[in-house]
């Protein structure tokens, strides 16, 4: 089993910054590709970014693109979110996510999943 740990979330003011940590625990995941998905209130859960088990593949959603980097750390068995250039409509819980398959946007390939960290960004 593969626990993950997501922090880093927290208030931040339109045009700010935060980086998002997702510790797995429990077994490594470096095998595993990763993913982040946030949910804002009322709304279904989407997908933000992923990497594959190496680093060297990344996607990400249109409307963080250029704005967000995912990466990852074997060493330390965590995957990052740089956010930066905040927008309101980034506000979100964010959800870290692991696929013992390949780097996809669907959530349903995730295998396990975190509990989430909240993200608002303010006006």
């Known amino acids: 089993q593969v626990q993950l740990v997501e922090s880093g979330g927290g208030l931040v003011q339109a045009g700010g910054s935060l980086r998002l940590s997702c510790e797995a625990s429990g077994r490594t995941v470096s095998s595993y590709a990763m993913g982040w998905f946030r949910q804002a209130p009322g709304k279904e859960r989407e997908f933000v970014a992923s990497?594959?088990?190496?680093?060297?593949?990344?996607y990400y959603a249109d409307s963080v693109k250029g704005r967000f980097t995912i990466s990852r750390v074997h060493a330390k068995n965590t995957v990052f979110l740089q956010m930066n250039s905040l927008k309101p409509e980034d506000t979100a819980v964010y959800y870290c996510?692991?696929?013992?398959?390949?780097?996809?946007?669907?959530?349903?390939?995730?295998?396990?999943w975190g509990q989430g960290t909240q993200v608002t960004v303010s006006s």
């Open positions: 990497i594959s088990w190496s680093g060297s593949t990344t």
């Open positions: 996510a692991a696929s013992t398959t390949i780097a996809t946007m669907k959530a349903p390939q995730y295998d396990y």
